[in-house]
């Protein structure tokens, strides 16, 4: 297994049964379990570092380099693989969704399915068919009317059609080699509606294939962006949060200040000053964390 040397800091191998453990780097004899401990931390630590520029900073090429860091302190870690593969989905583009990239990420791996990989690649196959659904709905952009604005937009969209068809294909051919336990307990308890909404994404695929669409041919028309627009779950989180917050500080503001008044009780009105700088500072991390 993999540690990192307490004294230089190198990661090396080790017997998962020895107690001690030496660095063929700097020649330090260490305790196995300490250096362990290391790794987890530097895992740990790059992979928070690696989700930051991914979800919050939108920073994909940084964010793929910290992901495949990881890969140095466990070799084939999911995380870090499905990681690399939000960087490609989230670098796609309307006219190039790295569909088939995600697929040559997976093979390039040995990934070994077993109960705990099996969970996490059946809840990341969620991943997938919503940043295909993501794609489907951005694409909607380059129409018009329900038809292409241009020519080049409907060849975008035949070709990411094409990629989102082999990935989805691809992801057919994994369910049948992950754990069954894990496979029945995700498809009949957690996610009963997997497979009608797999098929249904499926179809919607083949169903593009043959489809005849027309186009305007304005030519005239250009796209001030190209990206795919994600929602980023933390801001929409703290936007909720946020939301209650000001709420809850709002209500209490008005129950004091119109209190304090109705009875002329003053420190019932001057204690409303507390809510509302509560709604202040509410407003300040908002800004802050959104800047």
């Known amino acids: 297994m993999k540690v990192i040397c307490p004294n230089c800091k190198e990661v090396i191998d080790v017997k998962q049964d020895d107690k001690y453990g030496y660095c063929k780097h700097c020649s330090n004899q260490f305790v196995t379990s300490d250096a362990l401990n290391l790794l ?11 989700k930051t520029q991914l979800f919050t900073n939108l920073n994909v090429d940084e964010a793929f380099s910290a992901y495949k860091s990881l890969l140095k302190l466990r070799p084939n870690d999911l995380n870090a693989i499905t990681g690399m593969a939000d960087c490609y989905f989230l670098g796609s583009t309307l006219d190039n969704f790295k569909g088939e990239e995600v697929i040559n990420l997976f093979e390039e791996y040995d ?14 196959m969620l991943e997938i068919m919503k940043y295909c ?143 509302a700088l509560g709604i202040g500072v509410i407003f300040y991390i908002f800004y802050r964390k959104t800047k």
């Open 111 to 124: 990934i070994t399915l077993d109960r705990e990989n099996s969970y996490l690649i059946l809840n990341y």
């Open 133 to 275: 659904r993501i794609y489907f709905r951005e694409a909607e952009r380059t129409k018009k009317d329900n038809k292409f604005i241009k020519k080049e937009y409907e060849e975008w969209f035949k070709k990411n059609n094409e990629s989102i068809s082999k990935l989805l294909a691809y992801v057919d051919s994994i369910i049948p080699l992950v754990d069954k336990e894990e496979l029945d307990t995700f498809r009949n308890d957690e996610q009963p509606q997997f497979n009608e909404n797999f098929k249904a994404l499926q179809t919607q695929c083949e169903e593009n294939k043959t489809k005849v669409f027309e186009c305007l041919n304005e030519n005239e028309y250009e796209l001030e962006d190209k990206r795919i627009i994600t929602p980023n779950k933390k801001l929409n989180k703290l936007r909720k949060y946020c939301f209650i917050g000001i709420t809850i500080c709002a209500v209490i503001f008005l129950v004091l200040l119109i209190t304090g008044i109705a009875t002329k009780i003053n420190i019932l009105s001057y204690l409303s000053i507390i809510p």
């Open 40 to 50: 987890v931390k530097q895992y740990k630590k790059i992979n928070n570092y690696a």
